[in-house]
C-alpha cells in the first residue's frame, strides 16, 4: 500500500521558520519526482514547489520569493521542505505529493501538515 | 502566472451529466497535453481523477472523461453519483519555472 505520510506541521510566528518532512512508502520513491502542494484554509490547491528523482532539478513558485528550500534523501524515502521568515498567508494545509515517472500529474498525495502562522 | 479559471459550482441531479471548464492560457492549457483533474471531498487529500487530458488511472469510474481544445479544458461527470459530490481541481503544466498551475475549483452539488 503506497503512503505518504507528513509531519513536522504546528504553530509558528510570522518571521518564524519550520521544517516539514514526508516519509513514503509503498512504491519507489528514488524514481518519482516529488512536490509539496499547499491549500489555504477555505481555499484552492496551490503548487509550492518540486524536486526531481535525483535532486537535480528544483523548481519553487514564484510566491515564495526564495524563503523555501525543498529537498529529499532517497536512502531514506524522505521529502522535506525547510519554511523560513513565515507569513500569515503561508497558514496552509501542506500535502506531500508524488509524480509519476516522466508524467505531469499527481499521482499519491499524504494527508497534509496544517501549518499556521500566527502571533 | 495566474490561476486557471473554473467556474465557482455546477449541480446536477443523480444520473444526469456535468462538465467543469478550466480555462488557461496558451502558456499553460493550450501549450501542453498536460492536463490532470483531482477530486477532493470535505477534509480528504485529493485524489488523482484524469491526467493527461483524457486518460483515467486504474480505478476511476469511466463516467470521468476529460478533453481540451485550445486554452480550455473539460472535465465531464457522467452519470452523476451521490458519491461524486465534492470539490474538483485541474491543473496545468506551466513551463519550465511555473511548473504547475492549479485551477481555482469547482464546487459539484448532487441535487
Known amino acids: 500500500e503506497v503512503q505518504l505520510v507528513e509531519s513536522g506541521g504546528g504553530l509558528v510566528k510570522p518571521g518564524g521558520s519550520l521544517g516539514l518532512s514526508c516519509t513514503a512508502s509503498?512504491?519507489?520513491?528514488?524514481?518519482?519526482?516529488m512536490s509539496w502542494v499547499r491549500q489555504a484554509p477555505g481555499k484552492g490547491l496551490e503548487w509550492v514547489s518540486s524536486i526531481s528523482s535525483t535532486s537535480r532539478s528544483i523548481y519553487y513558485a514564484d510566491s515564495l520569493q526564495g524563503r523555501f528550500t525543498i529537498s529529499r534523501d532517497n536512502a531514506k524515502n524522505s521529502l522535506f521542505l525547510q519554511m523560513n521568515s513565515l507569513r500569515a498567508e503561508d497558514t496552509a494545509v501542506y500535502y506531500c505529493t508524488s509524480t509519476y515517472p516522466g508524467g505531469n500529474y499527481f499521482v499519491y498525495w499524504g494527508r497534509g501538515a496544517l501549518v499556521t502562522v500566527s502571533s | 502566472q495566474s490561476a486557471l479559471t473554473q467556474p465557482r459550482s455546477v449541480s446536477g441531479s443523480p444520473g444526469q451529466s456535468v462538465t467543469i471548464s478550466c480555462t488557461g492560457t496558451?502558456?499553460?492549457?493550450?501549450?501542453?497535453?498536460?492536463v490532470s483533474w483531482y477530486q477532493q471531498h470535505p477534509d480528504k487529500a485529493p485524489k488523482l481523477m484524469i491526467y493527461d487530458v483524457s486518460e483515467r488511472p486504474p480505478g476511476v469510474p469511466d463516467r470521468f472523461s476529460g478533453s481540451k481544445s485550445g486554452n480550455a479544458a473539460s472535465l465531464t461527470i457522467s452519470g452523476l453519483q451521490a458519491e461524486d459530490e465534492a470539490d474538483y481541481y485541474c491543473c496545468s503544466h506551466g513551463g519550465s519555472y511555473t511548473l504547475y498551475v492549479f485551477g481555482t475549483g469547482t464546487k459539484v452539488t448532487v441535487l
Open positions: 509503498g512504491f519507489t520513491f528514488n524514481i518519482y519526482s
Open positions: 496558451s502558456s499553460d492549457v493550450g501549450g501542453y497535453n498536460y
